[in-house]
């Protein structure tokens, strides 16, 4: 069974460097990786925050928050 | 062909956490990873300095360093 993993990003250089080498690297075996582009959907930035998600790049696995370097803090985003 | 995928830590829980969600969610067909405790091999931080890495834990892939949160700066490990 598939675990969703979700990688949060804002379309900076930053992001696409951990989308590629990051996100989609991981074992699609095990996890059904979502990309979400927080600059396209808005809505879904109190999602992130409460997963604990302050700056992006970011990756939620198993309810975990990873902040992959860093490009954007999600307060920018709004 | 695999490529190295090299994890440098310095086994705080903010590390350990980043191994067992990221390093070992890498998809292993594609990725040799390699598990770095740099607290433990000091002869390689200087590696880590080279590719780019300021803090633990982080992840170098195809040459790139992706600091995923912060445990340790490397300059406190030496």
Redesign the interface.
Known sequence: MSTT?TFYHAGCPVCV??EQ??AE???????DVEIVHLGEAKERIGEAEAAGIISVPA?V??G?A????HGADLTDLK
Chains 1, 2 share one sequence.
């Open positions: 993993a460097a951990a080498k990051i690297s991981l074992d699609t075996n095990r996890y990756l696995i198993d975990q990873f902040h992959i370097n």
